[in-house]
C-alpha cells in the first residue's frame, strides 16, 4: 500500500539555505495533507497542513504548497535551521474515509552548521 | 500547552502475554486513534474510536487487539496475546473530530510506548 511516498530517505542542507521535502500521492479521495516532524524516541509533531482547497499555506519559515493535478506537495523551510535536524513525515486523509492518516516513509533531513 | 501522554515508555514481555497500553488524549477532543511503527516501518493506523465505540480499524487489528475508554480520560490498548510481531512503537493520537468535509483534522500525537515481544 503505497497511497503516500515519500521517495528521498535522506536530506542534507546548508544551514541559513532551503529545505525542499516532497511527498506523492495516489488516493484522488484525499483531502486534506501533513506534514509532522519526529525525533528519535518521540511522537510526530504537527508542522503544518493543507486542505485541498488550496495550493499553499504558509506558517513563520514553512510553506507548504499541493498541486493537486500533480497529486504532490512540497514542504519549504526557509531559512533552514540545525534544530530542523529531523525526520519528517508527509501524511494524508481523507474524510469521506474516516479521517485516518496514511503516512509516507519519511524524509530524514540533516541541516549542518 | 495540552499534550497526549502515554504510558509505559517502555514494555518488555513475553509471547503469549497479554499487554494494556495506556493513554491520555488532550482533554477537548474527541477523536482517539493508535498508530504503530515497526522499527525501519511506516508509521500505520490501527484504529479509530469516537463515541465511545471504533468508528474505524485497518487489517492489522485482529481479534487480539481492543480499545476501550474506561473513563473520561483514558483510552487503553490491549494486545491480548502478544506475537514476535507486535514489537513496535505505538502511538496514541487524539483530534478535535472533523465536522465537516475539508475541516482541520489535526491529530496529535503521543511520544509512544515502545513494546518489546521476547
Known amino acids: 500500500d503505497q497511497q503516500v511516498k515519500q521517495n528521498s530517505p535522506s536530506l542534507s542542507v546548508q544551514e541559513g539555505r532551503i529545505s525542499i521535502l516532497n511527498c506523492d500521492y495516489t488516493?484522488?479521495?484525499?483531502?486534506?495533507f501533513l506534514w509532522y516532524k519526529k525525533y528519535p524516541a518521540e511522537g510526530p509533531t504537527f508542522l503544518i497542513s493543507?486542505?485541498?482547497?488550496?495550493d499553499k499555506n504558509e506558517d513563520g519559515r514553512f510553506t507548504v504548497f499541493l498541486n493537486k493535478s500533480a497529486k504532490h506537495l512540497s514542504l519549504h523551510i526557509v531559512p533552514s535551521q540545525p534544530g530542523d535536524s529531523a525526520v519528517y513525515f508527509c501524511?494524508?486523509?481523507?474524510?469521506?474515509?474516516?479521517?485516518?492518516?496514511?503516512f509516507g516513509q519519511g524524509t530524514e533531513l540533516s541541516v549542518k552548521p | 500547552e495540552p499534550e497526549v501522554t502515554q504510558t509505559p515508555s517502555h514494555q518488555v514481555t513475553q509471547m503469549g502475554q497479554e499487554v494494556i497500553l495506556r493513554c491520555v488524549p488532550i482533554?477537548?477532543?474527541?477523536?482517539f486513534y493508535w498508530y504503530r511503527q515497526i522499527l525501519g516501518q511506516k508509521v500505520e493506523f490501527l484504529v479509530s474510536?469516537?463515541?465511545?465505540?471504533?468508528?474505524?480499524k485497518s487489517e492489522i487489528f485482529d481479534d487480539q487487539f481492543s480499545v476501550e475508554r474506561p473513563d473520561g480520560s483514558n483510552f487503553t490498548l490491549k494486545i491480548r496475546s502478544t506475537k514476535l510481531e507486535d514489537s513496535a512503537m505505538y502511538f496514541c493520537?487524539?483530534?478535535?473530530?472533523?465536522?465537516?468535509?475539508?475541516?482541520?483534522?489535526?491529530?496529535?500525537f503521543g511520544a509512544g510506548t515502545r513494546l518489546s515481544v521476547l
Open positions: 493520537a487524539s483530534s478535535k473530530g472533523t465536522v465537516a468535509r475539508l475541516a482541520k483534522n489535526i491529530q496529535y
Open positions: 488516493n484522488s479521495m484525499f483531502d486534506y
Open positions: 493543507i486542505s485541498s482547497i488550496k
Open positions: 501524511a494524508a486523509s481523507a474524510y469521506l474515509e474516516g479521517g485516518k492518516l496514511i
Open positions: 482533554s477537548n477532543h474527541l477523536y
Open positions: 474510536f469516537y463515541n465511545n465505540e471504533i468508528s474505524e
